[in-house]
């Protein structure tokens, strides 16, 4: 019985090298965290004491080879995307880059792609893969951490009008909404950001909130509590 069980494992093993050197390729990859001192668009809504433990270097990559294949493909969703309104003539940008100083505080990030409108004017989309129980819940508006994001790369491009468009990973299914710039969006995620940079320069750490909307998967769980 043991020596079968061994011959067994052995066998799953040797079948096994494919999954190992996917996960090599990934781990390889891999950057350590390091302390920054400006603001990532993608921070956007995020919890305040998540974004300072980032900025400080101490939040590890919890992503796996799975996870990074996931991110991976919604990347490449851009891309795909992105030829679709090239072959049509509309495309005016992809994934355009910026790192400016809004109302203090320096923020870095990129958009998805930029098109024309029926308008002939300049639209942003900002373009998210999602699964299907996900796209299910998206439902009369966007998701607002979405929204918030699209808003501060919509003041940092000058381009006041988009689009916040989903497709279900499984099913390719579209949906989407339109969106305008928002000043009292902008100023709620600058608030937060100006905040945290406050805190930073006196060495402080920024008081934990009183509701903690995604305390289950937060990176920064262990250092809060």
Not at 59 to 71: K, L
Not at 197 to 219: A, E, H, T, W
């Amino acid at each position: 019985m043991q020596k079968g069980l061994k011959g067994l494992l052995y066998r799953l093993d040797s079948r096994d090298w494919f999954q190992k050197e996917l996960d090599n390729i990934f781990n390889s990859k891999k950057r350590p965290p390091k302390a920054i001192d400006y603001f990532y668009a993608s921070w956007a809504g995020e919890c305040p004491k998540w974004i300072q433990y980032n900025m400080k270097g101490m939040i590890t990559d919890g992503v796996d080879a799975q996870g990074q294949r996931r991110m991976d493909n919604g990347n490449y969703m851009h891309s795909r995307y992105g030829d679709y309104f090239k072959d049509a003539g509309k495309l005016q940008g992809q994934e355009p880059a910026f790192r400016k100083d809004l109302d203090g505080v320096f923020v870095s990030g990129r958009g998805d792609i930029i098109v024309l409108d029926d308008n002939g004017e300049k639209c942003l989309i900002e373009m998210k893969s999602i699964n299907d129980r996900g796209f299910k819940l998206i439902l009369k508006e966007a998701n607002e951490g979405d929204v918030l994001q699209w808003n501060l790369c919509s003041k940092a491009l000058e381009i006041i009008n988009g689009i916040i468009f989903y497709e279900n990973k499984n099913t390719q299914e579209i949906k989407y909404h339109f969106v305008t710039f928002d000043q009292e969006r902008l100023d709620l995620v600058l608030n937060d950001f100006k905040e945290v940079d406050k805190y930073n320069k006196l060495g402080q750490l920024i008081p934990r909130p009183d509701i903690c909307k995604n305390s289950r998967y937060c990176g920064a769980r262990g250092f809060c509590e």
